[in-house]
């Protein structure tokens, strides 16, 4: 299994901020996930972000609004840029584990007022 | 494109009874097919991975079931209690280039009053 820490776990934000969310393993893992979770709804995959290469962006999100770092292979970060309310949704990220299972951090709560 | 779709959106049980989660997807080439349980704003806790070439993955009260040519799986939860209280969701991995995304489903929330 792998353990993963999101930080943080919640924030409150003004429109037009942006906020940066972190998010560390406890092993090596090759990619790295991050998905949206809109309120009442289910979760939608954000970008891919692998060690060593730009991140790979689903449809309906663009770099620019969703930066991705990923620096080695332990760490990644997510910004959410020029908030709107539209953005407030629970962040997650996730990986997968030896046998395909995947993981996911706690989540952050994202609330843009 | 994917879809996954889970039947019913809640439920509400009394505490001991035997209860079947389902969830179907479209696109029958899978990798495999995940349960996943979430508590009220936080996280997803994996709960039953099963891979394509599987029928059935069991953990203490909770058995799936896969059937890939019809496009579904089953969650089975035995003797219900009063903390399997959450949403379920399904998701599943296409594998190939898409290897690791997970596409979800809607999910069902459970209730079970003591």
């Known amino acids: 299994s792998a353990v993963i820490s999101q930080k943080p776990s919640r924030d409150i934000c003004q429109r037009g901020t942006s906020l940066t969310i972190q998010c560390q393993v406890d092993?090596?893992?090759?990619?790295m996930f991050w998905y949206r979770q809109q309120p009442g709804q289910s979760l939608t995959l954000i970008a891919t972000?692998?060690?060593?290469?730009?991140?790979?962006?689903e449809s309906g999100f663009v770099i620019d609004k969703f930066p991705i770092s990923r620096p080695n292979l332990t760490f990644s970060t997510l910004t959410v840029s020029n908030m709107s309310p539209e953005d407030s949704s629970i962040y997650l990220c996730?990986?997968?584990?030896?046998?395909?299972?995947?993981?996911f951090g706690q989540g952050t709560r994202l609330t843009v007022v | 494109k994917q879809e996954v779709t889970q039947i019913p959106a809640a439920l509400s049980v009394p505490e001991g009874e035997n209860l079947v989660l389902n969830c179907s997807f479209t696109d029958s080439a899978i990798y495999n097919l995940q349960w996943f349980r979430q508590d009220p704003g936080k996280g997803l806790t994996s709960l039953l991975l099963?891979?394509?070439?599987?029928r059935e993955q069991t953990s203490g009260r909770l058995n799936a079931s896969l059937d890939k040519s019809s496009g579904r799986s089953t969650l089975y939860i035995a003797a219900s209690q009063p903390g399997d209280s959450a949403t379920y969701l399904c998701?599943?991995?296409?594998?190939?280039?898409?290897?690791?995304?997970?596409?979800f489903g809607q999910g069902t929330i459970l209730t079970v009053h003591p």
């Open positions: 998701a599943v991995d296409a594998g190939g280039t898409s290897y690791g995304k997970l596409t």
């Open positions: 996730s990986v997968e584990g030896s046998g395909t299972e995947a993981f």
């Open positions: 092993s090596q893992v090759t990619m």
């Open positions: 972000a692998n060690q060593g290469s730009e991140a790979t962006y």
């Open positions: 099963i891979q394509s070439s599987q």
